[in-house]
Protein backbone atom coordinates (compact mmCIF):
# COMPACT_ATOMS: atom_id res chain seq x y z
CA UNK A 1 0.00 0.00 0.00
CA UNK A 2 1.07 3.39 -0.50
CA UNK A 3 1.11 6.31 2.39
CA UNK A 4 -2.47 7.36 0.92
CA UNK A 5 -5.18 6.15 2.83
CA UNK A 6 -8.02 3.84 1.33
CA UNK A 7 -10.70 4.92 -0.50
CA UNK A 8 -13.51 3.97 1.33
CA UNK A 9 -17.54 4.45 0.06
CA UNK A 10 -20.33 3.12 2.31
CA UNK A 11 -24.04 3.42 1.05
CA UNK A 12 -27.97 1.84 2.13
CA UNK A 13 -30.22 1.36 -1.41
CA UNK A 14 -33.10 2.81 0.15
CA UNK A 15 -36.70 0.87 -0.99
CA UNK A 16 -39.20 1.63 1.55
CA UNK A 17 -36.88 -0.69 4.25
CA UNK A 18 -32.87 -1.33 4.49
CA UNK A 19 -32.59 -4.55 3.12
CA UNK A 20 -29.24 -3.93 1.41
CA UNK A 21 -25.75 -2.16 3.06
CA UNK A 22 -22.85 -2.00 1.43
CA UNK A 23 -19.24 -0.55 1.19
CA UNK A 24 -16.26 -0.60 -0.40
CA UNK A 25 -12.51 -0.42 0.07
CA UNK A 26 -9.57 0.48 -2.56
CA UNK A 27 -6.31 -1.16 -2.17
CA UNK A 28 -2.99 -0.36 -3.69
CA UNK A 29 -0.77 -3.37 -4.46
CA UNK A 30 1.09 -4.31 -1.17
CA UNK A 31 -0.58 -6.36 1.79
CA UNK A 32 1.09 -4.14 4.72
CA UNK A 33 -2.43 -3.15 6.23
CA UNK A 34 -4.46 -6.47 6.26
CA UNK A 35 -5.56 -5.35 9.90
CA UNK A 36 -7.22 -2.77 8.48
CA UNK A 37 -9.20 -4.75 5.94
CA UNK A 38 -9.86 -6.84 9.10
CA UNK A 39 -11.01 -3.94 10.66
CA UNK A 40 -12.93 -2.67 7.98
CA UNK A 41 -14.77 -5.97 7.29
CA UNK A 42 -15.99 -5.80 11.43
CA UNK A 43 -16.69 -2.32 11.38
CA UNK A 44 -18.86 -2.67 8.51
CA UNK A 45 -20.65 -5.36 10.07
CA UNK A 46 -21.06 -3.57 13.22
CA UNK A 47 -22.64 -0.75 11.80
CA UNK A 48 -24.93 -2.69 9.84
CA UNK A 49 -25.98 -4.44 12.98
CA UNK A 50 -26.70 -0.97 14.48
CA UNK A 51 -28.14 0.60 11.69
CA UNK A 52 -30.10 -1.76 9.88
CA UNK A 53 -30.98 -4.26 12.89
CA UNK A 54 -28.45 -7.25 10.82
CA UNK A 55 -28.26 -9.92 13.14
CA UNK A 56 -24.67 -10.88 13.34
CA UNK A 57 -22.81 -13.19 15.48
CA UNK A 58 -19.69 -12.83 16.91
CA UNK A 59 -18.51 -16.03 15.39
CA UNK A 60 -19.27 -14.88 12.05
CA UNK A 61 -17.42 -11.55 12.25
CA UNK A 62 -14.31 -13.22 12.92
CA UNK A 63 -14.71 -15.93 10.24
CA UNK A 64 -15.36 -12.93 7.81
CA UNK A 65 -12.45 -11.24 8.84
CA UNK A 66 -10.61 -14.17 8.27
CA UNK A 67 -12.27 -14.86 4.90
CA UNK A 68 -11.55 -11.44 3.86
CA UNK A 69 -7.92 -11.39 4.68
CA UNK A 70 -7.40 -14.45 2.84
CA UNK A 71 -9.03 -13.33 -0.38
CA UNK A 72 -7.15 -10.04 0.04
CA UNK A 73 -3.65 -11.65 0.57
CA UNK A 74 -4.31 -13.67 -2.36
CA UNK A 75 -5.51 -10.59 -4.75
CA UNK A 76 -1.94 -8.89 -3.53
CA UNK A 77 0.27 -11.57 -3.64
CA UNK A 78 -0.69 -12.58 -7.41
CA UNK A 79 -1.74 -9.71 -9.25
CA UNK A 80 0.10 -6.83 -10.34
CA UNK A 81 -1.55 -3.32 -9.19
CA UNK A 82 -4.63 -2.85 -6.84
CA UNK A 83 -7.53 -4.35 -6.04
CA UNK A 84 -11.19 -3.59 -4.81
CA UNK A 85 -12.87 -5.50 -1.23
CA UNK A 86 -16.70 -5.05 -1.70
CA UNK A 87 -18.93 -5.75 0.80
CA UNK A 88 -22.85 -5.57 0.83
CA UNK A 89 -25.47 -7.07 2.58
CA UNK A 90 -28.86 -8.62 1.09
CA UNK A 91 -31.36 -11.49 2.25
CA UNK A 92 -29.66 -12.20 5.71
CA UNK A 93 -26.19 -12.71 3.88
CA UNK A 94 -22.67 -10.84 3.40
CA UNK A 95 -21.59 -11.15 -0.30
CA UNK A 96 -17.63 -10.57 -0.05
CA UNK A 97 -16.29 -9.45 -3.42
CA UNK A 98 -12.48 -8.91 -3.65
CA UNK A 99 -11.21 -8.20 -7.26
CA UNK A 100 -8.07 -7.48 -8.94
CA UNK A 101 -5.72 -6.99 -12.10
CA UNK A 102 -4.82 -11.24 -12.62
CA UNK A 103 -7.18 -12.99 -15.09
CA UNK A 104 -6.36 -16.42 -13.86
CA UNK A 105 -8.74 -18.31 -11.38
CA UNK A 106 -7.04 -19.37 -8.57
CA UNK A 107 -6.18 -23.18 -8.65
CA UNK A 108 -8.15 -25.47 -5.50
CA UNK A 109 -5.91 -27.49 -3.95
CA UNK A 110 -6.86 -30.82 -2.21
CA UNK A 111 -6.83 -30.61 1.11
CA UNK A 112 -3.53 -31.78 2.40
CA UNK A 113 -2.79 -31.25 6.35
CA UNK A 114 0.87 -32.08 5.56
CA UNK A 115 1.09 -29.16 3.40
CA UNK A 116 2.40 -25.69 4.68
CA UNK A 117 0.49 -22.88 3.98
CA UNK A 118 -1.93 -22.50 1.14
CA UNK A 119 -4.67 -23.20 2.38
CA UNK A 120 -6.13 -19.80 2.41
CA UNK A 121 -8.99 -20.51 -0.60
CA UNK A 122 -9.54 -23.95 1.22
CA UNK A 123 -10.55 -21.99 4.79
CA UNK A 124 -12.63 -19.04 2.61
CA UNK A 125 -14.92 -22.25 1.04
CA UNK A 126 -15.01 -24.24 4.80
CA UNK A 127 -16.26 -20.90 6.14
CA UNK A 128 -18.30 -19.55 3.29
CA UNK A 129 -21.92 -20.76 2.30
CA UNK A 130 -20.29 -19.98 -1.26
CA UNK A 131 -17.13 -19.30 -3.29
CA UNK A 132 -17.11 -18.50 -7.08
CA UNK A 133 -14.62 -16.52 -9.50
CA UNK A 134 -15.52 -14.36 -12.36
CA UNK A 135 -12.85 -14.10 -15.07
CA UNK A 136 -12.29 -11.23 -17.99
CA UNK A 137 -9.45 -10.24 -19.41
CA UNK A 138 -8.61 -7.51 -17.23
CA UNK A 139 -9.06 -9.43 -14.20
CA UNK A 140 -11.42 -11.35 -11.53
CA UNK A 141 -13.14 -11.16 -9.40
CA UNK A 142 -13.50 -13.89 -5.92
CA UNK A 143 -16.98 -13.53 -4.44
CA UNK A 144 -17.51 -15.35 -1.28
CA UNK A 145 -21.21 -15.48 0.55
CA UNK A 146 -21.84 -16.01 4.52
CA UNK A 147 -24.87 -16.42 5.71
CA UNK A 148 -25.22 -14.02 8.76
CA UNK A 149 -27.79 -15.35 11.05
Do not use: C, W
Request: charged share 20%; proline share 5%.
Amino acid sequence: MTSEAPRETTGERSTGEPSRTEASLALSGDSTRLAQVRRFAASFLTTARGAAGVLVRVETVEAVQLIVSELVTNALRHAPGPALLGLSISDGALRIEVSDSNPVAPAARVPDPARVGQHGLEMVTALARSVSVETAATGKRVVAVVALA
